[in-house]
């Protein structure tokens, strides 16, 4: 099939997928694949530019979710998604063929790790396939996903050379890393530049030119490997920082301080320090994920990154030590683990979201569980937990039952705690609720 023909089809497709005789018509077209927390946002963003979005997502539970609203979304995305779901310039579908009447596509799938701490590639690599057997001449396909260096190169150039298909000749490929944080309003995807990468420096410009309607600013570099290794160090400065502000914690903890008190007093200085605040673990689809792609690039290599190393170790057992010092609290007070009623308050991996993904609260859940444990959970936004063999269901009036232990792995927002009693022992995790009688920290 020629180029003119692959076009021809993509504005068939087009015109009965994104209605081409709508006011619209002449508007830009992105194909997003994945509609996930970082996907999802980037199409409400797009479309707030007036662009047009074809939305690939594998699930069609995912897909019906969106069609219902039912998603977690900061409160202006939300306002967002009922301007245009349903409407003429958003399209979504589980049907790839779909991309082939985008000028743009941008793959936003997740890249975890499995139970031993190795990439996980299957969703990436799948989402990558899909791109390049839907490509046209013309197209830009953009990655977002974070990997390991040299993945926009191994994903999508060399399988589109093996279909004829020349970049940046025949097609342009960039990569800029997602730089989501979810429910954070603080921080949001327009407030935070996008780095890009271009295979060529024309790649480059096509992707910003689409990527700018999303963002502050862009930041170019000079390679797509460029962009992989900034994303890489972003996360990975977190994780080691974040390990630090835990050990600093139990420091504090041994020579009876507070441990808040001392961050926020070294964060007064304006220069040479930012504050990171020690916690439970490392939860979500980033920090406790991210650096272990590096970490397992460099293995091949056998190349040594002893700090790295020593972080990811340190938050990886994080959770236990919150169970090791539940363990403790109980003792002192005389009750055994085996047996002990224990709610942990708080599951989502970080406050304001309903993302349960690497929570740290699976892993403390579970554990103690196996230890004998009686467990439980309360989180507004959270519905059901799924913890080792066991599906926990959120406890809907923790206050009325009777508790050994009282874990407050993550505050929501507003969240009312007044109804934990005096008697019980509660193991702040958080480091910042100074107000209970029993307070333990980690």
Known sequence: MGASQL?????????????????????????????????????????????RVIGLDADERRLAAIRAYDVDLLAADHARLRRHVPGERFLLTSDP????????????????????????????????????????????LVL?????????????LRPLAARGLTVPQDVSVAYAPERIDPGNAAHTQDSTPRVIGGVSPECTRRAADVLRRTGACVHEVLSPEAAEMTKLLENTFRAVNIALANEFATICGELGLEAIEVIEAA???????????????????????????????????????????????????RP?????????????????????????????????????????????LGELAEAGAEVAFSDPLVAELAVSTQLLRAEQNPGELT????????????????????????????????????RAVV
């Not at 977002?144 to 191994?154: A, E, P």
């Not at 406790?288 to 170790?313: F, G, K």
């Open 97 to 140: 063929a779909r991309l082939r009447a985008a000028e743009t596509v941008v793959i936003c799938v997740p890249t975890p790790v499995d139970d031993h701490l190795v990439p996980d590639l299957r969703a990436l690599e799948g989402a990558c396939a899909t791109a390049v057997e839907q490509a046209v001449p013309g197209q830009a």
């Open 403 to 438: 508790w050994d232990l009282i874990v407050i792995h993550s505050v929501h927002p507003l969240l009312d705690l007044s109804w934990v009693p005096d008697r019980v022992p509660v193991l702040d995790t958080t480091y910042r609720l100074q107000d209970f009688k029993r």
């Open 144 to 156: 977002t996903s974070t990997s390991y260096v040299g993945t926009t190169r191994d994903l999508l």
């Open 320 to 364: 236990h030590q919150v169970v090791r010092r539940a363990r403790e609290v109980l003792a002192d007070g005389g009750t055994a683990l085996r047996g002990a009623r224990i709610l942990v308050v708080g599951v989502a991996y970080k406050p304001g979201v309903a993302d349960v993904r690497e929570s740290p609260s699976i892993e403390i």
């Open 267 to 317: 964060a007064t200085k304006p220069y040479g320090f930012m504050a990171f605040f020690p916690g439970p673990g490392v939860g979500g689809h980033c920090i406790p994920c991210d650096p272990h792609y590096l970490l397992w690039q460099l293995r091949e290599r056998r190349v040594a990154s002893p700090l790295i190393d020593a972080a990811m170790t340190a938050i990886a057992t």
């Open 7 to 51: 076009f021809t089809h993509a504005d068939s497709l087009h015109a009965d997928a994104l209605h081409a005789d709508a006011p619209h018509a002449d508007a830009p077209v992105v194909g997003i694949i994945g509609l996930g927390y970082v996907g999802l946002p980037t199409a409400l963003a797009l479309l707030e530019s007036g662009v």
